[in-house]
């Protein structure tokens, strides 16, 4: 799971940029760990759709595409469509509180900051409390499944921020 993550995360946060070659050798002596976890670690990433396996070549880092952000956003859109009526029904006295206070956060970020260029550090932190805020929504509606494939949609959408 170590391995999964850390190149999940190298990937969504842009240290491995679309279409780079991800050399096995190179990612095991940068997690200090054998070929066996690191492989399967791609393998659960290629499923995922941030890497493509070429057959002799290895792994790389999946490319990016304007179809495939306006269909993350279309998922996105159509996900919380879905979630709204029953996070409606279903909310709690406490997650409205933390959405509120996460709104409030939100807000006073965004005053403080809305004059400054947008630097991606920034951007990022931005986009970490609106995941946020999106994703307690989702999770208010008591759905099993869905806050987690908002989140993923979510984690996919980030890609895109590194290239701005």
């Not at 002799?56 to 993350?72: D, I, K, M, T, W």
């Not at 006073?108 to 929504?137: C, R, V």
């Not at 499944?145 to 921020?161: E, Q």
Request: hydrophobic share 40%; glycine share 4%; net charge negative.
């Amino acid at each position: 799971m170590y391995a999964y993550e850390s190149i999940k995360n190298a990937i969504l946060q842009g240290e491995y940029v679309p279409d780079e070659r991800l050399i096995l050798k190179n990612l095991c002596d940068s997690l200090s760990l054998s070929v066996i976890p690191v492989r399967e670690s791609l393998n659960n990433l290629e499923k995922d759709g941030l890497v493509i396996q070429i057959p002799h070549q290895g792994f790389r880092v999946a490319s990016l595409s304007v179809n495939e952000f306006e269909e993350l956003l279309a998922i996105r859109l159509s996900l919380e469509i879905t979630a709204l009526p029953y996070s409606i029904k279903n909310i709690t006295d406490k997650q409205i509180l933390h959405l509120t206070s996460l709104t409030e956060e939100m807000f006073s970020y965004w005053e403080k900051y809305k004059d400054s260029p947008a630097t991606l550090n920034i951007q990022k932190a931005f986009m970490t409390m609106n995941k946020e805020l999106h994703i307690g929504i989702a999770s208010a509606s008591q759905l099993i499944y869905l806050p987690g494939m908002l989140t993923r949609v979510f984690d996919l959408s980030h890609r895109y921020l590194n290239i701005m």
